[in-house]
């Protein structure tokens, strides 16, 4: 499905600044604040609301019982679903709020990966969007992306390469298949370099490197 609108769910808690600042780093034509129902949280979604300054934002505030996870992850799954159905691009700023809601927020993006477009929170010092991997990735694919989060390949060398993590032959229609899955997943990107094809990692892609290759 192409996605023309964007929706953003923001889970409310002490500081709505990283809110706002979340509303500013990307296009949003629809918002949901889901908010527990302790006064001093339902005036901090008023306060967004009436600070907002986006012309034609459809805003809508979800007020639950803070204390119901099972309120929660039902709310924001209702949400996702009935924004994804109608085109909506869904991402999911979790900078703020109740530290369960965050912790479930991320589980569910995850068990909804093909719907989530996004799951984020705004980094306290740069102000910046750090987003989170969403993915499940095989442990091939996890392996490729591992290779190339060390430098760009063209698909010979990860053949080589792979073979040797894996210890066995590879084919290249075997690396293929999982090259497709990572170019759908949006986490590499190709180039043609004469008779060769280079593969290497997009921003999203290197979210997915494991730690202990880049640290």
Do not use: H
């Not at 967004?48 to 979800?62: P, Q, T, V």
């Not at 949400?79 to 999911?92: D, F, L, M, Q, R």
């Amino acid at each position: 499905m192409e996605y023309s609108k964007n929706c953003q769910i923001v889970t409310i808690g002490e500081n709505i600044e990283w809110v706002l600042r979340g509303i500013a780093l990307e296009k949003v034509d629809k918002l949901y604040l889901i908010v527990t129902n302790e006064p001093e949280f339902i005036k901090k979604g008023d306060e967004i609301i009436s600070r907002i300054g986006i012309e034609n934002l459809d805003i809508r505030m979800k007020v639950i019982d803070g204390t119901n996870i099972l309120n929660f992850i039902t709310i924001l799954k209702q949400t996702i679903y009935s924004n994804s159905i109608k085109g909506y691009s869904i991402s999911i700023n979790i900078t703020s709020g109740l530290r369960i809601w965050q912790l479930y927020a991320y589980f569910i993006s995850i068990q909804l990966n093909s719907i989530i477009k996004n799951i984020f929170i705004v980094n306290k010092q740069t102000k910046q969007m750090i987003t989170f991997p969403n993915l499940l990735l095989t442990k091939a694919e996890q392996e490729i992306i591992d290779i190339l989060g060390i430098e760009g390949n063209t698909s010979r060398d990860l053949i080589e390469l792979y073979g040797k993590e894996r210890k066995i032959n590879v084919s290249r229609a075997f690396l293929s298949k999982y090259l497709s899955s990572l170019r759908r997943f949006g986490l590499i990107e190709s180039s043609q370099n004469g008779k060769k094809k280079d593969f290497n990692l997009t921003l999203k892609g290197q979210i997915y490197v494991n730690p202990r290759l880049i640290l």
